[in-house]
Protein backbone atom coordinates (compact mmCIF):
# COMPACT_ATOMS: atom_id res chain seq x y z
CA UNK A 1 0.00 0.00 0.00
CA UNK A 2 1.08 3.59 -0.78
CA UNK A 3 2.45 5.19 2.12
CA UNK A 4 1.64 8.74 1.00
CA UNK A 5 -1.41 9.74 -1.46
CA UNK A 6 -1.59 12.51 -3.35
CA UNK A 7 -4.41 12.49 -5.73
CA UNK A 8 -4.28 16.18 -7.67
CA UNK A 9 -1.06 15.41 -10.57
CA UNK A 10 -1.99 19.21 -11.13
CA UNK A 11 -4.01 22.23 -9.97
CA UNK A 12 -4.43 25.57 -10.67
CA UNK A 13 -5.40 28.42 -8.87
CA UNK A 14 -6.47 32.19 -9.27
CA UNK A 15 -3.74 34.35 -7.99
CA UNK A 16 -5.09 35.51 -4.32
CA UNK A 17 -7.44 33.01 -3.66
CA UNK A 18 -6.50 29.94 -1.71
CA UNK A 19 -5.89 26.52 -2.10
CA UNK A 20 -6.28 23.27 -0.52
CA UNK A 21 -3.28 20.38 -1.59
CA UNK A 22 -4.95 16.90 -0.40
CA UNK A 23 -2.49 14.80 0.74
CA UNK A 24 -3.23 10.90 3.32
CA UNK A 25 -1.09 8.62 4.67
CA UNK A 26 -1.33 5.36 5.73
CA UNK A 27 1.00 3.88 9.04
CA UNK A 28 0.42 1.73 12.03
CA UNK A 29 3.19 3.41 13.88
CA UNK A 30 1.61 5.90 16.62
CA UNK A 31 4.16 8.37 16.48
CA UNK A 32 4.94 10.18 12.93
CA UNK A 33 5.81 12.96 11.09
CA UNK A 34 4.57 14.71 8.24
CA UNK A 35 5.84 17.47 6.17
CA UNK A 36 5.49 19.37 2.99
CA UNK A 37 8.29 20.77 0.67
CA UNK A 38 7.43 22.81 -2.39
CA UNK A 39 10.19 22.39 -5.56
CA UNK A 40 10.24 24.99 -7.94
CA UNK A 41 11.72 24.56 -11.19
CA UNK A 42 15.16 24.89 -10.67
CA UNK A 43 14.77 21.49 -8.61
CA UNK A 44 15.39 22.11 -5.09
CA UNK A 45 13.44 20.72 -2.41
CA UNK A 46 11.82 23.60 0.08
CA UNK A 47 10.53 22.94 3.19
CA UNK A 48 7.03 23.95 4.47
CA UNK A 49 5.66 22.93 7.46
CA UNK A 50 5.82 19.75 9.98
CA UNK A 51 2.65 18.27 11.53
CA UNK A 52 3.84 15.84 14.01
CA UNK A 53 1.49 13.05 15.14
CA UNK A 54 0.65 14.42 18.92
CA UNK A 55 0.23 18.02 17.75
CA UNK A 56 -2.78 19.03 19.13
CA UNK A 57 -2.90 22.06 16.60
CA UNK A 58 -3.04 22.06 13.09
CA UNK A 59 0.89 23.45 11.75
CA UNK A 60 1.13 27.03 10.24
CA UNK A 61 3.62 28.94 8.88
CA UNK A 62 2.80 32.05 7.28
CA UNK A 63 0.73 31.42 4.41
CA UNK A 64 0.87 27.67 4.70
CA UNK A 65 -0.85 25.70 7.34
CA UNK A 66 -1.78 22.15 7.57
CA UNK A 67 -4.96 20.55 8.19
CA UNK A 68 -4.89 17.55 10.04
CA UNK A 69 -7.18 14.84 10.48
CA UNK A 70 -5.77 12.26 12.45
CA UNK A 71 -9.03 9.92 11.77
CA UNK A 72 -9.13 10.36 8.56
CA UNK A 73 -5.20 9.95 8.18
CA UNK A 74 -5.39 13.00 6.04
CA UNK A 75 -2.72 16.20 5.89
CA UNK A 76 -3.64 18.86 3.53
CA UNK A 77 -1.79 21.99 2.66
CA UNK A 78 -3.33 25.63 2.44
CA UNK A 79 -1.62 28.02 1.08
CA UNK A 80 -3.85 31.54 1.16
CA UNK A 81 -3.63 33.90 -0.91
CA UNK A 82 -1.58 32.29 -3.77
CA UNK A 83 1.22 34.20 -4.97
CA UNK A 84 2.78 33.78 -9.09
CA UNK A 85 5.95 32.20 -6.68
CA UNK A 86 4.00 29.34 -5.81
CA UNK A 87 3.86 27.56 -9.03
CA UNK A 88 5.86 24.73 -8.41
CA UNK A 89 5.59 20.66 -7.71
CA UNK A 90 4.24 20.29 -4.00
CA UNK A 91 4.93 17.11 -2.19
CA UNK A 92 3.68 15.43 0.85
CA UNK A 93 5.93 13.40 3.23
CA UNK A 94 5.98 11.02 6.53
CA UNK A 95 8.15 9.91 8.66
CA UNK A 96 7.14 6.88 10.65
CA UNK A 97 8.91 6.17 14.52
CA UNK A 98 9.50 9.69 14.65
CA UNK A 99 10.66 10.76 18.40
CA UNK A 100 12.67 13.19 19.58
CA UNK A 101 16.83 12.41 19.06
CA UNK A 102 15.62 9.43 16.43
CA UNK A 103 17.70 9.79 13.52
CA UNK A 104 17.19 6.58 11.34
CA UNK A 105 13.82 6.19 9.81
CA UNK A 106 13.40 6.96 6.21
CA UNK A 107 10.88 9.44 4.46
CA UNK A 108 8.01 8.65 2.15
CA UNK A 109 7.22 10.95 -0.13
CA UNK A 110 3.91 11.58 -2.87
CA UNK A 111 3.80 11.68 -6.23
CA UNK A 112 3.46 15.56 -5.93
CA UNK A 113 1.06 18.33 -6.59
CA UNK A 114 1.92 20.40 -9.69
CA UNK A 115 0.17 23.73 -8.96
CA UNK A 116 -0.42 26.66 -11.20
CA UNK A 117 -1.05 29.93 -10.22
CA UNK A 118 -2.86 31.87 -12.72
CA UNK A 119 -2.51 35.68 -13.16
CA UNK B 1 18.93 27.98 8.60
CA UNK B 2 20.68 24.82 7.83
CA UNK B 3 22.30 24.61 4.49
CA UNK B 4 22.84 21.55 2.07
CA UNK B 5 24.99 22.28 -0.78
CA UNK B 6 25.20 19.31 -3.98
CA UNK B 7 28.07 19.88 -5.88
CA UNK B 8 27.82 19.71 -9.41
CA UNK B 9 24.52 21.02 -10.22
CA UNK B 10 24.62 20.09 -13.35
CA UNK B 11 26.82 17.60 -15.06
CA UNK B 12 27.41 15.85 -18.46
CA UNK B 13 29.18 12.96 -19.43
CA UNK B 14 30.00 10.35 -22.07
CA UNK B 15 28.46 6.72 -21.51
CA UNK B 16 30.75 4.29 -19.97
CA UNK B 17 32.29 7.56 -17.60
CA UNK B 18 31.74 7.70 -13.94
CA UNK B 19 30.40 10.32 -11.89
CA UNK B 20 30.76 11.79 -8.41
CA UNK B 21 28.37 13.58 -6.78
CA UNK B 22 28.55 15.46 -3.67
CA UNK B 23 26.59 16.68 -0.93
CA UNK B 24 27.56 19.07 1.81
CA UNK B 25 25.99 20.09 4.92
CA UNK B 26 27.89 23.35 5.64
CA UNK B 27 26.59 24.41 8.94
CA UNK B 28 25.61 21.47 10.54
CA UNK B 29 26.76 18.13 11.21
CA UNK B 30 24.56 15.01 9.38
CA UNK B 31 24.77 11.84 10.53
CA UNK B 32 22.08 10.60 8.11
CA UNK B 33 22.26 11.36 4.48
CA UNK B 34 19.25 10.32 1.65
CA UNK B 35 19.98 10.10 -2.03
CA UNK B 36 17.01 10.36 -4.13
CA UNK B 37 16.80 9.93 -7.70
CA UNK B 38 13.72 12.10 -9.86
CA UNK B 39 12.44 11.22 -13.01
CA UNK B 40 10.57 14.35 -14.89
CA UNK B 41 7.45 15.09 -13.43
CA UNK B 42 7.52 12.50 -11.03
CA UNK B 43 7.97 11.80 -7.34
CA UNK B 44 11.89 11.58 -5.78
CA UNK B 45 12.85 7.62 -5.42
CA UNK B 46 14.64 7.07 -2.11
CA UNK B 47 17.88 5.53 -3.57
CA UNK B 48 19.87 4.96 -0.62
CA UNK B 49 20.24 6.20 3.07
CA UNK B 50 23.61 6.68 4.43
CA UNK B 51 25.16 6.90 8.31
CA UNK B 52 28.41 8.36 8.64
CA UNK B 53 31.36 6.07 8.97
CA UNK B 54 28.66 3.16 7.74
CA UNK B 55 28.19 1.33 4.97
CA UNK B 56 25.00 3.00 2.84
CA UNK B 57 21.63 1.32 3.20
CA UNK B 58 20.40 0.99 -0.18
CA UNK B 59 16.55 0.20 -1.10
CA UNK B 60 15.26 -2.45 -3.30
CA UNK B 61 16.10 -2.36 -6.96
CA UNK B 62 18.73 -0.09 -6.95
CA UNK B 63 22.54 -1.31 -7.92
CA UNK B 64 25.00 -1.24 -4.82
CA UNK B 65 27.47 -1.73 -7.68
CA UNK B 66 26.47 1.19 -9.90
CA UNK B 67 25.52 3.42 -7.39
CA UNK B 68 28.33 3.62 -4.79
CA UNK B 69 27.50 5.85 -1.49
CA UNK B 70 30.52 7.03 0.59
CA UNK B 71 29.75 9.04 3.98
CA UNK B 72 33.18 9.54 5.19
CA UNK B 73 32.16 12.25 7.68
CA UNK B 74 29.83 14.10 9.15
CA UNK B 75 29.25 17.11 7.19
CA UNK B 76 30.17 14.97 3.22
CA UNK B 77 28.32 12.65 1.31
CA UNK B 78 29.13 11.61 -2.23
CA UNK B 79 26.98 9.35 -4.95
CA UNK B 80 29.02 7.89 -7.60
CA UNK B 81 27.65 6.71 -10.87
CA UNK B 82 29.53 4.14 -12.37
CA UNK B 83 29.69 3.12 -15.77
CA UNK B 84 27.06 5.42 -16.39
CA UNK B 85 24.60 5.00 -19.04
CA UNK B 86 22.04 7.26 -20.54
CA UNK B 87 18.96 5.34 -18.79
CA UNK B 88 21.05 6.88 -15.76
CA UNK B 89 20.25 10.14 -17.34
CA UNK B 90 17.95 11.84 -14.18
CA UNK B 91 17.98 14.22 -11.44
CA UNK B 92 19.52 13.33 -8.09
CA UNK B 93 18.88 15.02 -4.79
CA UNK B 94 20.81 14.75 -1.53
CA UNK B 95 19.31 15.49 2.14
CA UNK B 96 20.54 15.38 5.50
CA UNK B 97 18.74 15.33 8.46
CA UNK B 98 19.58 18.44 10.93
CA UNK B 99 21.27 17.17 13.96
CA UNK B 100 19.66 18.04 17.56
CA UNK B 101 16.74 19.11 15.95
CA UNK B 102 13.28 17.86 17.29
CA UNK B 103 11.15 18.69 14.19
CA UNK B 104 12.93 15.88 12.33
CA UNK B 105 13.22 18.31 9.09
CA UNK B 106 15.62 17.03 6.50
CA UNK B 107 17.24 19.84 4.29
CA UNK B 108 17.51 19.27 0.36
CA UNK B 109 20.18 19.52 -1.79
CA UNK B 110 19.97 21.73 -5.04
CA UNK B 111 20.08 19.07 -6.92
CA UNK B 112 22.34 17.45 -9.32
CA UNK B 113 21.26 17.03 -13.31
CA UNK B 114 23.04 14.04 -15.26
CA UNK B 115 23.00 13.48 -18.58
CA UNK B 116 24.28 10.51 -19.97
CA UNK B 117 25.68 10.94 -23.60
Known amino acids: AQKITQTQPGMFVQEKEAVTLDCTYDTSDPSYGLFWYKQPSSGEMIFLIYQGSYDQQNATEGRYSLNFQKARKSANLVISASQLGDSAMYFC????????????????FGTGTSLTVIP | GAVVSQHPSRVICKSGTSVKIECRSLDFQATTMFWYRQFPKKSLMLMAT?????????EQGVEKDKFLINHASLTLSTLTVTSAHPEDSSFYIC?????????????FGEGSRLTVL
Open chain 2, 95 to 107: SARGQGRNTGELF
Open chain 2, 50 to 58: SNEGSKATY
Open chain 1, 93 to 108: AMREGFSWGNTGNQFY
